[in-house]
């Protein structure tokens, strides 16, 4: 009966999300209405709010007893053993603001404190990851894997700079990328989260860190890779076993981390 339950909320949640991606997209090309949060280089647009109200109005419509974890309307809500929604709009809202085609639509839904579904949808470029629990990951219908990669100078490593002015968070960038240009085979910075992981799970890039992030911009994302093979754990190097922590450390294989861990620490 659960397996059956999750189809429906997947099936449910992919037509909803589908659906979603055309305001994205509509709204990728078109005049925005930017503000910002707490921060200067944090940005939030119509089109943000718009697509959380939307996919959640349409979720709840099915689904009433449901609860949601969203970054516009609900980033204060905690995590229940309910079914939960965990949903970012768009991650990647500089990216979206810039006229970048990194940005896309993350949706996870979480049971028991368990991720059972993930969708990331990119419309600009038409990439839709998805993975339920047990059931592998797909791009596009097309089942993918990660890399087999386990040496750091062999591999890519996904990273995201975060431009505030701290300075405890720059002497953190600094040291880190000192580290990773040494040691790694090159950097790939997408200003998404949830792209970036959805990328190390079809093989595109093989190791990536965040931290100063929320549930939302990764959980879709951890889901996917896990289904595609891949490792997720958290930024100490122990296992991934909270769905709220964000600061995570992923790659194609156990090995991968170990070294990059054992270099950063």
Not at 112 to 139: R, S
Not at 168 to 177: D, P, W
Request: with cysteine.
């Amino acid at each position: 009966m659960a397996d059956n339950s999750n189809q429906e909320y997947f099936n449910s949640a992919l037509k909803i999300v589908l659906a979603a991606g055309e305001i994205l997209l509509k709204g990728f090309t078109s005049p925005k209405e930017i503000s910002t949060k707490k921060n200067p280089q944090d940005f939030v647009t119509q089109y943000d709010k718009l697509i959380e109200k939307t996919i959640i109005d349409n979720l709840l419509k099915l689904y009433p007893n449901h609860k949601f974890i969203a970054e516009e309307s609900a980033a204060n809500n905690v995590l229940t053993t309910e079914p939960t929604w965990i949903l970012d709009p768009i991650d990647g809202t500089t990216n979206f603001v810039q006229s970048f085609p990194f940005c896309c639509i993350s949706l996870a839904l979480a049971v028991e404190n368990d991720l059972k579904l993930g969708i990331i949808y990119n419309p600009i470029l038409n990439q839709l990851f998805t993975a339920q629990k047990g059931k592998g990951a797909y791009l596009n219908n097309e089942k993918i894997q990660v890399t087999n990669t386990e040496v750091l100078q062999n591999a890519m490593f996904g990273y995201d700079i975060i431009c505030l002015n701290n300075e405890k968070l720059i002497q953190y960038h600094y040291k880190n990328l000192n580290i990773i240009i040494k040691n790694c085979r090159g950097i790939r910075s997408l200003g998404s989260a949830a792209l970036t992981l959805c990328y190390l799970a079809m093989g595109a890039i093989d190791l990536c860190y965040f931290t100063y992030l929320k549930c939302w911009d990764v959980a879709a994302g951890i889901l996917i890779l896990q289904e595609s093979g891949g490792i997720v754990l958290d930024s100490n190097g122990g296992e991934y076993n909270n769905i709220m922590n964000a600061s995570i450390v992923a790659a194609s294989t156990r090995k991968l981390i170990e070294e990059y861990l054992s270099i950063t620490k």
